[in-house]
């Protein structure tokens, strides 16, 4: 169980520069150090905080007089789910939590950026390119949030902040796990003007609702105001139930889709889905936003938007921070907008520990030059390509099991992939090069030799391993060379060309045919065959698997063929990395042990030199 020691000041714990306090535990449990109350609400209260990992944290504690009260604690679990269900690369990230203890609490990522409110409130509408990105960003976010079926419910420029990284939306407080039904039945609960027509009028309220609520928001980003005005909350409610919202400022093709998003009839609007693929210019259809098409849109909104009076860049991007974090009126205001806490509560802001930069200092935040490792970085997430059914290497698909799969998991940490964020997708033999073109994956390792005429579709790092064309025998049996293959049977399955090259050098051999390799090994098991072949690494495999008998690799090495790593042209930096990690793989014995791990078992000489590296 954590321990929270970080108490309200109803519990006498005083402000940063007095005492540090504890809001998490040990490393196992997720500890978060609570550095000094930042905002209160009427919920709960804020303390900036830091892991023991070094990332900032904001550490939102339920008030003491709350914490008997089921409806309250209930509310804070739900919040808790939402957040934890929708993709780190568009909310603020759940560090660390407990609902159970004393007194409850929620650490979460501190999002060092301002609000779109503040951004327009500060330099003004943004148009052109950067209000694109903005509308991209934004709607790639709703779209995360609604596959994780969570309905937010209150979305708008002060609940989405700019992150050097791409827009979050935050504040979950009041948001809903859908149930069955696909909406829920709610009370008229939000902004009024951002609310759409079903929440005013108490009516069921689902995702079409947010979709409403981005159109509001896309609507003040491009001129500076709510779209149904914000002088009264009568007038402004009004205004949404029976007007149309005056659109004459937003270009041409945003215009008619944020048109369709503010329909009063809710079943006219488009889905988050379609509202996302409309804007990345891909077909329409009914099916979901794959994940290659939510990577699209994250990478389409990474870009600098606090600074919208500057010329977009790529690569270099600076966020403002005061004391280390957003500056958005201090930090109780940032605070109060990531965790929708009214600004001005009773805590007044406290300043950082003396160790943060000073209030004029700046992060400057560099991308990494690669469209894949700023792609994982933005999502935690990698896709690797794989070939299935082969024992020892890749076996099974929930996660295959094997020395290719054990290697790509490597490679995946090495590259920051996020715990859960690896996905392996099985690919054809003769489809691998493509998977990586069309982008249905972002790596393939499937014993892919590197191949010049390959080079067109894709590119390639490494090699991983070496292989080689090579013979499969019984540990017994008298075969140590090319020249004892003669007139031995020999277990050829369908496609296989290594009999060729056999015969190729003069040794004629009884050929015994098989529909797989699974088959050719175990004829060698049984005697039927002398011998199978193919590349030594698979057929080592596949004797693996073998019981009660000794089999070996015999070393004739027909053919070399290097295994790399595939992936999509003009990465460069993608590919010097990956090279980096199987470097270091061979370097610290890790490739090494894999082997021995999944291929132990055959008398199987493997290469265990680092070969030579593509040159990206």
Known sequence: MCNVLAKHRERGVRGAGDQTVAAGGSAATGGV?????????????????????????????????????????????????????????????????????????????????????????????????????????????????????????????DNVMLAADGPRVVDFGIAKIIDESGTITTRAVGTPAYMAPEQIAGERVGFPADVFAWGSTIVFTATGKAPFGSDTIVATLN???????????????????????????????????????????????????????????????????????????RGRRRVAIAGGLAVLGGVGAFLAVQFGFPPGGRAEPTRPPSSSPSATAEVTKVSTGSPLLDRIKATGRLRVGYRGGLPGISLGDDPPRGFEADVAAHLAKALSVRAGGLT??????????????????????????????????????????????????????????????????????????????????????????????????????????????????????????????????????????????????????ACRRINEVITSMYADGTLASLLESHLGRVDFRFETALPRLETC
């Open 33 to 157: 150090l609570a550095q000094g109350q930042a905002g209160e609400g009427g919920q709960g209260v804020v303390y900036l905080g830091e892991s023991e990992g070094g990332e900032r944290a904001a550490i939102k504690l339920l008030h003491v007089r709350f914490t008997e009260e089921v409806h309250a604690r209930a509310r804070f679990a739900r919040e808790l789910a939402a957040a934890r269900r929708v993709a780190p690369f568009c909310t603020a990230r759940v560090l660390a939590a407990d609902l159970d203890g004393e007194t409850p609490y929620i650490a979460s990522e501190l999002i060092e950026g301002p609000s779109l409110r503040r951004v327009v409130e500060r330099d003004g509408p943004l148009s052109g390119e950067a209000l694109e990105r903005l509308a991209i960003g934004t709607a790639t976010a709703l779209t995360a949030i609604h596959h994780a079926g969570i309905a937010h419910r209150d979305f708008k420029p």
């Open 239 to 313: 205004r949404v139930i029976n007007h149309e919202a005056d659109l004459s400022a937003l270009p041409d093709g945003l215009r008619e889709l944020v048109a369709a998003c503010l329909s009063k009839e809710q079943k006219l609007r488009p889905t988050s889905d379609v509202l996302l693929k409309r804007l990345l210019g891909h077909p329409v259809d009914e099916a979901e936003a794959s994940e290659e098409v939510l990577a699209e849109g994250v990478q389409a909104a990474t870009v600098d938007l606090t600074r919208p009076q500057e010329p977009v860049r």
């Open 424 to 573: 392996f997708v099985p690919v054809g033999y003769a489809a691998r090069e493509e998977a990586v073109e069309r982008g249905k994956v972002d790596l393939v390792i499937s014993n892919l030799s590197i191949d010049d005429a390959d080079r067109g579709r894709a590119a390639f790092a490494g090699p991983y391993y070496v292989a080689h064309r090579d013979v499969l025998v019984r540990a017994s049996a008298k075969i140590d060379d090319l020249e004892d293959l003669r007139d031995r049977r020999i277990c050829l399955s369908n496609g296989q060309t290594t009999g060729t090259m056999i015969r190729d050098r003069g040794v004629d051999f009884v050929a015994v045919r098989a529909d797989d390799p699974a088959q050719c090994a175990v004829q060698v098991a049984d005697g039927r065959a002398d011998a199978m072949v193919g590349d030594d690494l698979l057929i080592a495999g596949f004797g693996a698997r073998l019981r009660g008998i000794k089999v070996k690799i015999v070393g004739v090495r027909l053919t070399t063929e290097r295994y790399g790593v595939a992936l999509r042209t003009g990465d460069p930096v």
